[in-house]
């Protein structure tokens, strides 16, 4: 390896992770959306289930939406069972997912505490400890003592305006390049021979007989046997390309990072009440986040409010950052559904899946959610992880109430 | 910073407004409505990329429910309006009583 790293560096261009092809007439599987979802669905179609006539299909280049946008934050301490254990599965994933993609994804599990600031706070941590332990996660609650020694860079003392009573503590928690998860996933979807094609944007969608065909693009017509929309912020708009409503409404949400910082901080830090997050990056920068922007709207432009609140509550917790100066903001799109659960699996539209309604969690479920809608497409049977999220649930009044998500306030 | 013209008040920034998503007609007679058309209705939204008719509310400000026509991928209004029951006219920008 390091031979070819020195041979590589000393001239000629490295290979390229993923290639060109031309469009072809008919796949297999088409998945619309190259994020880290799509690949990771198309890598695990073709390396777990050799169905290798698969096409992703991207109307920009791939990692640009949500996989390229959010605060790469993993971890599996959700409030409901049915969270807890897609999510746990998804960090076990993330955990060899270095050495099955061969590609430094590099994941750093450096602990994730959820700060809370009252007594409702703590009470509802108290719960999600205690689901969590149910499930094998660990997870647990702390107090100010002992969060002295995880994260002394807190301020712990009354003098906040919501000073901090306790916090849920989870190890296997933390961050990761997002960028590289994508890029491995695209590189190990290619190597099996999925075709990636990037600027490619699906303008419609042929339904017959109440079953998906195929689809047109701006580059041409493809038929399709299955049609995977894994479009996370835009999947309301792909879905009415087959006349399907689904239970979404889309919301800005903006982050930003700091100048590169020397290591200051070494766990991911939440506080729910104050709706922030904050962690250090390999590069030094702190990548801190918000909620939700408070109106629906498909701009990601930043605004000065966001940056204003954020700093105010950034402060709250580590005064000593105020001298540090922002390098950039962005926002990303997060379709919210109503009970801040994602809408996995089949749809009234035969042969047409969707892997949509992914908030402010969608990231940190991609390697279990491309393997489970792979088994889903390859054996044609809703996995057990899978069932709870199903499109219908709403209909059928079993919706999944995940009050853990980043969006909700506590 | 996004701002809202209030029917009553006049042109103030959207930290006084509180966001009451698209307008979303409610079934009726509601004894009449079957399952499927409340389901529907709570929760089946366009969600649509470009011109949206919206609820907005003023809440610190004069209190009233309003009507927004706002596309989604600028975020630029069109116009505002008050609320009518069928038939009335609607009354644009800023309201006289």
């Not at chain 1, 849920?168 to 933390?174: A, D, R, W």
């Not at chain 1, 009415?240 to 800005?252: E, G, H, I, S, W």
């Not at chain 2, 969600?47 to 009507?67: D, K, P, S, T």
Request: include cysteine.
């Amino acid at each position: 390896m390091s031979l070819k790293l020195l041979r590589q560096g000393l001239g000629g261009r490295p290979p390229r992770m993923w290639h060109d092809r031309p469009l072809k007439d008919h796949y297999d599987v088409v998945i619309i959306g190259g994020g880290a979802h799509g690949l990771a669905c198309a890598y695990y179609l073709a390396a777990d289930h050799g169905i290798t006539n698969v096409a992703v299909i991207d109307k920009s280049y791939i990692g640009a939406g949500g996989s390229g946008r959010n605060t790469a934050i993993i971890r599996s301490n959700y409030l409901t069972p049915e969270g807890v254990q897609f999510y746990d599965a998804s960090v076990k994933l993330y955990e060899g997912l270095a050495q099955e993609l061969d590609f430094n994804v590099m994941f750093s599990q450096r602990g994730h505490l959820t700060l809370a600031h009252n007594d409702s706070s703590v009470r509802t941590m108290r719960r999600r400890a205690e689901v969590n332990k149910l499930q094998g996660v660990d997870s647990r609650l702390v107090y100010p003592d002992e969060l002295a020694r995880i994260c002394p860079q807190l301020d712990l003392s009354d003098h906040p305006r919501f000073p901090i009573q306790a916090a849920l503590y989870h190890p296997p928690g933390g961050i990761i390049r997002h960028d590289a998860v994508v890029w491995g996933y695209a590189r190990g979807a290619d190597q099996r021979g999925v075709d990636i094609h990037q600027y490619t944007e699906v303008t419609g969608i042929d339904v017959a007989n109440g079953a998906v065909t195929g689809v047109r693009t701006t580059r041409g017509n493809v038929s399709a046997g299955i049609v995977l929309s894994a479009t996370a912020g835009w999947a309301s708009n792909v879905a009415a390309m087959v006349d399907l409503p689904l239970p979404l409404d889309t919301f800005p949400l903006q982050a930003c990072v700091t100048e590169p910082l020397k290591p200051i901080l070494d766990v991911v830090v939440v506080s729910g009440s104050l709706h922030v997050y904050v962690s250090q990056s390999d590069r030094g920068e702190l990548v801190m986040g918000a909620s939700i922007d408070p109106f629906t709207s498909y701009s990601v432009g930043g605004s000065l409010d966001f940056l204003e609140g954020l700093a105010g509550h950034v402060l709250e917790l580590f005064p000593f950052l105020s001298k540090a100066r922002i390098l950039r903001q962005w926002a990303g799109l997060c379709e919210m559904p109503p009970d801040f659960s994602p809408l996995m699996g089949i749809t009234p539209v035969d042969n047409f899946l969707i892997d949509a309604g992914w908030g402010t969690y969608g990231f940190k479920a991609s390697p279990i959610c491309g393997k489970t809608m792979a088994e889903l497409i390859a054996t044609r049977q809703t996995p057990a992880l899978l069932r709870p999220f199903r499109l219908s649930r709403f209909a059928e009044y079993d919706q999944v109430g995940e009050k853990g998500a980043a969006s909700v306030g506590h | 910073m996004l701002r809202l013209e209030c029917p009553n008040c006049g042109v103030r920034n959207t930290s006084e407004f509180r966001y009451g998503g698209e307008q979303n007609p409610r079934p009726t007679p509601s004894t009449e409505v079957a399952d499927a058309d409340w389901i529907r209705y709570l929760y089946e939204r366009r969600n649509v990329m470009g011109v949206q008719i919206e609820w907005w509310y003023h809440r610190a400000g004069c209190g009233i429910w309003f009507l927004v026509e706002r596309d989604r991928r600028s975020n630029i209004v069109a116009r505002t309006w008050r609320w009518q029951p069928d038939g009335a006219a609607a009354a644009e920008g800023s309201h006289s009583p």
